[in-house]
Nanobody, 110 residues
């Protein structure tokens, strides 16, 4: 019954940066956390994960541009997004186990 709330989305130009945050109402220390995204008419896809031990994994399309991190003391997970491209436009969701946040919109456009 944990709740997740994403924030930090917005409109940016190609090449710009955004930092997304996911705040959990419960602890995250004992959970793998993930960021997903879904563009209109597209399937939801995995963007990045971070394990309990801090190991990270990225979708090939964002590797080298995005960085996922966690702050267990604050029960937050972040996604730093650099060198953004129009194809990154989507609603971004945070996940802890079977619990999903409501999502935050990221739009990359000139």
């Amino acid at each position: 019954q944990v709740q997740l709330v994403e924030s930090g989305g917005g409109l940016v130009q190609p090449g710009g940066s955004l930092r997304l945050s996911c705040a959990a109402s419960g602890i995250i220390e004992t959970h793998t956390m993930g960021w997903y995204r879904q563009a209109p008419g597209k399937q939801r896809e995995l963007v990045a994960t971070i394990s309990i031990g801090g190991d990270t994994s990225y979708h090939p399309s964002v590797k080298g541009r995005f960085t996922i991190s966690r702050d267990n003391a604050k029960n937050t997970v972040s996604l730093q997004m650099n060198s953004l491209k129009p194809e990154d436009t989507a609603v971004y969701y945070c996940r802890r186990g079977v619990v999903w946040g409501q999502g935050t919109q990221v739009t990359v456009s000139s």
